[in-house]
């Protein structure tokens, strides 16, 4: 079974920094796909950045970036700890919300994976930014 636990979350001052990390375990090979997403209440989830990658031998991926964090959030993952990171600087207030760590078992070719195409989910992290 296939398990996502974010960490790195917390609280922080705008300007500040944070690094959060999904341990992934419970599959047979590496995801084609991993995100980072985020949620607040009453509003719908929301891609920070993921990766994709056409083969599951390959230590190539494309990455994407939500217009709202390029330049500032950086997505890489350490494919020898099974393990996806998203540095996060120059944090600001409204990066507030809870953030979720999805993959994606199912092939798409290397392209980028929509929402509904992540099977699988962490259960959160907050990052609180407080201006």
């Known amino acids: 079974q296939v398990q996502l636990v974010e960490s790195g979350g917390g609280s922080v001052q705008a300007g500040g920094s944070l690094r959060l990390s999904c341990a992934a375990s419970?599959?047979?090979?590496?995801?084609?796909?991993m995100g980072w997403f985020r949620q607040s209440p009453g509003k719908g989830r929301e891609e920070v950045a993921a990766?994709?990658?056409?083969?599951?031998?390959?230590?190539?991926?494309?990455?994407y970036y939500s217009d709202s964090v390029k330049g500032r959030f950086t997505i890489s993952q350490d494919n020898a700890k099974n393990t996806l990171h998203l540095q996060m600087n120059s944090l600001k207030a409204e990066d507030t919300d809870m953030y979720y760590c999805?993959?994606?078992?199912?092939?798409?070719?290397?392209?980028?994976?929509?929402?509904?195409?992540?099977?699988?989910w962490g259960q959160g992290t907050q990052v609180t930014v407080s201006s």
């Open positions: 419970g599959y047979s090979y590496r995801p084609y796909c």
């Open positions: 990766i994709s990658s056409s083969s599951i031998y390959s230590d190539t991926f494309n990455t």
């Open positions: 999805a993959a994606s078992l199912v092939s798409y070719g290397g392209r980028r994976c929509s929402l509904p195409e992540f099977g699988y």
